[in-house]
C-alpha cells in the first residue's frame, strides 16, 4: 500500500468519524430517569421548549454539550480533509519511487 493510498484511507476514516461524532444525537438523563433529547452536535433536533419545561437549567446543558461535540468533531473532520486533499494534490510520481 503506498504512502498515497495510506492518506486517503486515514483521511476518509477521520472525515467519517468526524461526521459521526457531529451527527450523533445527544441526551441528558433528569433526575427522575427520564431522558432529555439535546439534538446532535449541529443543534438539530433540539426541542428548547420541551428541555425548559422540565428544567431551565437543561436548555444551557444541552448547549453546553452540543459545544462539546462541536470541539470534537471539526478538528476531527479538519484532520481528515487535509488528508484527503493533501494525498490527492500530492504527485502521483513522488510516491512511486
Not at 23 to 43: D, H, K, T
Not at 59 to 86: E, N, S, T
Amino acid at each position: 500500500m503506498s504512502v498515497r493510498t495510506f492518506a486517503v484511507v486515514v483521511g476518509l476514516a477521520f472525515l467519517l468519524g468526524g461526521g459521526a461524532i457531529l451527527f450523533v444525537m445527544l441526551a441528558v438523563e433528569a433526575p427522575s430517569g427520564s431522558l432529555i433529547p439535546c439534538g446532535n452536535g449541529l443543534g438539530l433536533g433540539f426541542d428548547e421548549n420541551a428541555a425548559a419545561a422540565v428544567s431551565p437549567a437543561y436548555v444551557d446543558i444541552c448547549a453546553d454539550l452540543r459545544q462539546r461535540r462541536l470541539l470534537w468533531a471539526l478538528p476531527v473532520i479538519g484532520v481528515g480533509a487535509l488528508l484527503l486533499i493533501g494525498s490527492l494534490v500530492a504527485s502521483r510520481n513522488a510516491t512511486r519511487r
